[in-house]
């Protein structure tokens, strides 16, 4: 029994000691000799704390004493992180861990070699330095791109206004009047195209300024499904309203809520067939949650075409409706959005059934009437 344990411990990964009473080293296995690169001759009989560079010393020395104790600090046995010293030079760093052996006051000492996890958390660690560099390099980029785009685009879109209006003469072909309504509608794209990115850019880096307070939703609701009235009626789709009375205020940015509202209504009418409806509603959940839906009519989306929907600049194309000409941000963004509010969002689809679009404020954000 004594020659199968002993061929055990040879065989353990980790490095494995015996100390007599004083500290001193009586044992070593295979895996602690390959540690130290020391065999048991050399070691035999010298401190166990010589094995450990001069700043882990003490530490080793305090759980050797800890160890002797009989109260709690003896009890609570949790192991320590230690350098190890080589025979040949350099450190390795190891976890220790001490236990007494039965009655006796001898020790067992268990050594694991941590070289790969600090590898690899120093890679992480890296890794995490560079995207974080990667993603303030980006926000500065854009911030300062942002104000040198804006200023030309606002000279596009406020000349084009003032000559498709014709406050200085008429324009007598038609054809410069339908130019100008495209640079118009295009400089728009543009500008909206930068604020989407600009905002994405700030959520990423955690610079999105929000300012939470007490916010209606259903008065939210309301009023976006009445400012895009004009766009449903031109495609004859009704927008139906469903919100009830008993859903209290919410804790959230009410002008990123709005936006959130703006862009999935929008979504949903540019998405739904002509002559049909979308469905915005509100519910006071029984665990004290609050939802917000938006149902539209549309085509509905596949499992794989639903998470392309929420990746930034993807647009899904559709053979029986006109294709949106959007930016491929709206989603991702109003995602982004919803999270900065500290709500979840979702999306649930199948083909030939439509797209409903939940947004879900938990009990914590929630105020009691």
């Known amino acids: 029994r004594v020659s199968e344990l002993e ?33 048991l001759s050399e070691l035999q009989g010298s401190p166990f704390k010589a094995l450990f560079a001069n700043e882990s010393q003490p530490v080793v020395q305090q759980y050797l004493s800890n ?20 025979a040949k030079g350099g450190m390795i760093p190891l976890f220790l861990t001490l236990g007494k052996i ?13 070289s790969s996890w600090k590898k690899s958390e120093e890679e992480l660690v890296k890794a995490r330095r560079s995207a974080e560099t990667a993603s303030e390099q980006k926000s500065q980029f854009l911030s300062r791109m942002s104000h040198e785009i804006r200023e030309p685009l606002n000279a596009i879109i406020g000349f084009s206004d003032v000559m498709i209006d014709e406050r200085f003469g008429p324009i007598n072909n038609y054809r410069y009047k339908g130019y100008l309504k495209d640079i118009n509608r295009s400089g728009i794209h543009v500008l909206d195209l930068v604020n ?13 300024e929000l300012s939470y307070e007490a916010v209606d939703l259903n008065q939210l609701a309301a009023e976006t499904v009445a400012l895009l009235q004009p ?56 665990n004290g949650e609050v939802g917000l839906r938006i149902r539209d009519t549309g085509r509905g989306m596949t499992e794989a075409e ?3 929907a929420l990746e930034p600049f993807s ?37 030939g059934e439509g797209t409903i679009a939940h947004i879900q404020f938990p009990s914590q954000r929630v105020l009691a009437d």
């Open 7 to 39: 061929n055990i411990l040879e065989t353990a990964a980790d490095g494995i000691l015996v100390l007599d009473g004083d500290g001193r080293i009586e044992s070593i296995n295979a895996s602690g000799e390959a540690l130290f690169n020391r065999r």
């Open 67 to 86: 160890l002797a104790e009989t109260g709690i600090s003896g009890i609570m046995n949790q192991g320590q992180e230690v350098l190890g010293h080589k």
């Open 102 to 114: 039965g009655e006796t006051d001898r020790i067992c000492a268990v050594l694991r070699d941590l």
């Open 196 to 208: 989407d990115l600009l905002d994405i850019s700030k959520i990423e880096a955690g610079k999105l």
């Open 231 to 286: 766009q449903a009626n031109e495609k004859r789709i009704i927008i139906r309203t469903s919100l009830s009375r008993a859903v209290p205020k919410v804790v959230a940015d009410a002008r990123s809520i709005r936006q959130i509202i703006l862009n999935l209504v929008s979504n949903a009418i540019k998405h739904s067939p002509r002559n049909s409806q979308v469905i915005v509603s509100t519910i006071f959940e029984e």
């Open 306 to 308: 639903l998470a392309r």
């Open 315 to 351: 647009q899904l194309g559709d053979d029986r409706m006109e294709r949106g000409g959007g930016s491929g941000l709206g989603l991702p963004l109003t995602k982004a959005l919803v999270e900065a509010n500290r709500a979840y969002f979702e999306l649930e689809s199948e083909p």
